[in-house]
């Protein structure tokens, strides 16, 4: 038998000799494009109650496998026939596997559905692909709640973290430069935490601008319970975020894997305060890591809650050492558009003298008397010159009459004048 239009005889695909089998991905691509992304979201979701945070094994399973095949592979607890595993990963399987019998990712979603809190996953319109920059370490999925999108809303981020034993000092900066970032249009990242953080989260409020704080809980768990009004806050005009599902308790080791995603998701990360030891200094290290701008608030020398800055800034030459808004902008913001304008000394009253009539104040002395002719030897002019200038600055408030002839005012003798 011939082709009609070729003539030659047709070559024979692979189901004309046997069966071909269809890999579990192949299924899952004839299946409606929202029925996958369920399928997806499940697993993720399920993923999240039975490992920790960021797991680099985890992770490669989900390369390898897709979801829906990792989650299969931990319920069975073997891995993918063609994955190469150590054995203590294979240990690791057994551990999982435990978590996800105890765990139940149907409840978590319903309470998600109940709270406004949705689920999102690598992929989706919201996910921000800066977490990618996190290769094996990244969230397999993220639980938000609040109204802001979350991938809008770090295209412009700035990450600030510091201290929960904030100084008076650190409070006030944190709040004070959060605020003018956030009326620049910039979102602030934190923790949630005590301290610099809150701080932070409320500057970025009183202006009423976007903030993202990312819980090592579950964003319906009020973690420190004295920030419960702030999170309300948060949740109802800006974004919670966690790796954790709903109900997570606070746990030691989650706070510092936290850190990764407040890195990730900025463009820049501002140490406030730091002491040194400080889980801030690890959100340092993770920003270093992912090549984004370092920043430190200086502080006092003699000051345990700045130590931890201050090393920062004596042993890294590519921290970036930062004292207002502007400066963290220029730093964040774009090549040759956001530059803070050069500090600049105040204009002081005598900066507004021509030269002739300054000559002649600072030929007066500090403390005492003086005359006309005193003055004229010391300044290098002319009596009849000075006599004219002494008119002028007693007019401005510089100089007043003694009982033995001119003196400085009280005003005119501080730095300021």
Known sequence: MTDDLTGR???????????????????????????????????????????????????????HAGAPGALAALRSGRPPADLQVS???????????????AASPEEDLAVCERMGIRVVCPGDPEWP???????????????LRGPADLRYGCLRSVAMVGSRAASPYGLRVAAEM?????????????????????????????????TVAV????????????NEGLFAELARRCLLISESPPGTPPQRLRFLVRNRVIAALSRGT???????????????????????????????????????????????????????????????????????????????????LDPPTRAVLEAFPSRGTTGPAQLAAKAGMDIFSVNGKLGLLAAGGFIERADAGWRLTRAARSRDY
């Not at 819980?215 to 004295?226: E, K, L, R, T």
């Open 9 to 63: 005889e047709p070559v024979p695909g692979p189901a004309a000799h046997e069966p071909q089998e269809r890999s579990a991905l192949d299924a899952r691509a004839d299946q409606p494009v929202q029925q996958v992304r369920l399928e997806e979201r499940e697993a993720r979701a399920a993923l999240c109650a039975a490992a920790e945070p960021g797991d680099a094994f985890l992770n490669r399973i989900l390369d």
């Open 87 to 101: 054995e203590g990963e294979l240990r690791r399987f057994d551990q999982w596997r435990i978590r996800l019998k």
């Open 129 to 143: 692909t800066t977490l990618d920059d996190l290769g094996a370490a990244r969230p397999y999925a993220l639980w």
């Open 178 to 210: 959060s605020t003018e970032v956030a009326e620049r249009g910039w979102t602030v990242v934190s923790g949630g935490a005590l301290g610099i953080d809150g701080a932070a989260h409320r500057g970025a409020l009183a202006a009423d601008g976007a």
């Open 215 to 226: 819980f090592a809980n579950g964003v319906d768990v009020p973690y420190p319970s004295s």
């Open 270 to 352: 501002v140490i406030v305060e730091a002491e040194r030891r400080s889980g801030a200094l690890n959100t340092a290290a993770w920003a270093r890591r992912l090549g984004r701008a370092l920043m430190v608030v200086p502080g006092p020398v003699d000051s345990r809650s700045s130590a931890g800055c201050l090393r920062l800034l004596r042993e890294d030459p590519e921290t970036i050492l930062v004292t207002c808004a502007d400066e963290v902008i220029e730093a964040v913001g774009d090549l040759g558009t956001d530059l803070a304008p050069r500090p600049s000394a105040p204009v002081l009253p005598r900066d507004r």
